[in-house]
Structures are given as C-alpha cells and as structure tokens.
C-alpha cells in the first residue's frame, strides 16, 4: 500500500517558526532557508495498522488508507548547503525518502538513483529504527557511501550481523561514531548530540537525539523506559530545548488485553502528562507525543488527542517541519 498521499503536500505540511511552539498550516511546500526538523513518521515500529490486526482501530486506517501512518521517523534538512539527514531507516524508508524528496527535493539532478543523504544517525537496534537500511543494499538503490552514524554496540551488530554487514562490505553505508553526550557537527549550523536512555538494549544500547541549529533546539526520544529509570530529569531537558518528540508508544496502562505491560515499559502518555503537569505551559507545549503503537487511541479516536491537548500538550503530526533558526524568512515564505 503506498502511504504518501497527494493531500500531504497541501494540507499537512506544517512549520514552527521563531522556536515557537504554536503551529501554523502552510499551503505549499515552500521551503525556509533556514535549516528545520521534519517529521517523516509517528507511529511504532510496526507502523499503523499493523500487519494482522483487526481491531478497530487498525479498521479504521485499513478501510481508509489516509488514515494510515509510517514508523516514527525524522529528517533533518539544510536548504542552504542542500543537505538531508535521516534520524534512524525504518521499514517505511521508501515512503519516508519520497515524502522528504517532495519536501526538500535533492539538489544534485544528475544523482537520481541515489538517496542524496548525508547521513543516518541511528537510535538503537529494534525493528523499527535501522532494518530500512535494507534498501541501501546492491539488491535495491546499491547506495554508494551513505554515512550511518552508530553507538558501539549498534556498531558492532551491524558489522558482524549479516545482512547489515554486507552493506559495510560493499561500501553501502560507512558507518561513523557516535559516543554518549559527545555532539556531532553535521556541518557548520547543525549539531546533534546522541543522549542515553534507559530501554530493552538486547543488540544495542539505546540513544535519543539532541539536535541543535543556529538558534533553536530540539529533542527526539522515540524510545525510553519509564522517566524514573532515566539517570537525568526530563523536566529540566524540556526547559533545556524549544521542542521535544517523546515516547507516545501507548496511551495508558491495559491498552493490550492479556499483555503484561510491565514487560513493554513505556511511560503512558497518561503518566507522562501527569508527571509533566506541574510545567508551565509554555514549556507543556513543548511536548510531542510521538511513536504511537497501533493500539494506542490517539491515532484512531477524538477523545484521547483532545484530552492530551486540553492538558497543555501536543500529538505529534507527519509533515510538520520545525524551524532551527528565526531568521527573516525570504520574499518566497
């Protein structure tokens, strides 16, 4: 099923200017020049609906295919220098490499069978977040020297797992390091700094991203264990940064009949809004819920989207671009 819609160029391509966090609809494309932050993707791994399930909310999405979302994922755009950064290569990178091409369209016209990135930075080693790498391989694009950015252990795993380490092999993707808390210069106004977060690490530790530009900063934690697990406080990383994409993997505690949720464990969004509540709002609006499992009702219902609202916080949106830098925008904005 081809998930990009003609309508998300129209109606969802959203941007946060001057590190604010109100959001403003754009009819067009039309880029900053500024670099910015978009989303390519918000639910879990698995995507949403998920493959066999007949719930009903998965029904809703199955029985109309723009209701459908991709595997959270962002890219990381500089129109000035022309360069795309993809934060982790989902099962969705196809869709996701075609929605960021419409949005940032690749400058090198004589390049058209490569994915003109300039890196992939990589969260951890579950499903969701680097077997998109697969279509890096000489049996698809046959990319040639894409960067992949990677803790050790996830380092490790792809080198000495087949068939990941046959794209070290053949040049596909030379992989490059990242160490905690360590920042890394993407070019001369973007930096981004991998952060360790507490989750299942059975093949990899587990990073979120800090992504700093000229002036604006975000932070991106798709995965965590429960926020008192973490050796930092999240209220202070909120105050720390203009926007945040959380862990919005399930809604509240019983979401999966006959599961033990204390064997999966996300923070709620239930818990992390009560948690988080305290904040001033301005610093609540800061807050995106991202990731949402395919049981989770934000992506299916009014109820729980409206009630995560009216507490002072936000759902994240696919083709939502948020702005690095407040800088006039140009005659064409």
């Known amino acids: 099923m081809h998930l990009f819609a003609p309508s998300f160029l129209i109606a969802a391509v959203l941007l946060v200017s001057g590190c604010a966090t109100a959001m403003t609809t754009r ?35 199955w029985d109309d295919p723009t209701r459908a979302r991709l595997v959270s994922c962002l890219g990381i ?42 890196g992939i930075l990589l969260t951890h080693a579950h499903i969701g977040h680097y077997t998109g790498l697969m279509d890096l391989s000489r049996e698809v694009i046959g990319a040639s020297e894409v960067p992949v950015y990677a803790m050790p252990r996830m380092r ?13 092999s053949q040049h596909n993707i030379p992989l490059r390091d990242l160490a905690a808390d360590t920042p890394v210069t993407l070019n001369d106004r973007i ?46 990383e909120i105050r720390s940064v203009d926007i945040a994409w959380f862990d919005g993997t399930f809604y509240r505690n019983g979401e999966i009949p006959g599961r033990d949720m204390s064997q999966i464990p996300h923070p709620f ?59 006039p925008l140009t005659a064409e904005k």
Not at 29 to 51: N, R, T, W
Request: net charge negative; glycine share 4%.
């Open 191 to 236: 930096t981004i700094t991998p952060i360790l977060v507490p989750h299942r690490d059975e093949f990899s530790e587990t990073v979120g991203f800090r992504i700093q530009g000229p002036q604006c900063s975000a932070l991106y934690i798709p995965d965590i264990d429960k926020w008192d697990r973490w050796d930092r406080s999240i209220e202070d």
């Open 27 to 61: 009819s067009t494309p039309a880029l900053p020049e500024a670099p910015f932050v978009a989303i390519l993707g918000i639910a879990q791994d698995a995507g949403y609906p998920q493959a066999a399930c007949r719930r009903e909310g998965c029904t809703i999405a």
């Open 77 to 118: 755009v500089d129109p000035a220098s022309g360069q795309r950064w993809l934060i982790d290569a989902t099962p969705d990178f196809r869709e996701q490499l075609h929605r960021l091409d419409a949005i940032a369209p690749p400058t090198d016209p004589a390049n058209l069978s490569q994915p003109a990135l300039a």
């Open 269 to 327: 969004i239930e818990e992390t809004m009560n948690r988080l509540a305290s904040l001033d709002e301005k610093d609540r609006r800061k807050v995106h819920f991202i990731h949402f499992n395919h049981t989770n009702p934000v992506l299916w219902s009014e109820d729980a989207p409206a009630a995560v609202r009216a507490a002072g916080f936000n759902i994240a949106s696919e083709g939502a671009l948020f702005d690095l830098d407040p800088q």
């Open 156 to 168: 490790s795993f792809l080198t000495t797992n087949g068939p990941w380490s046959q794209l070290v």
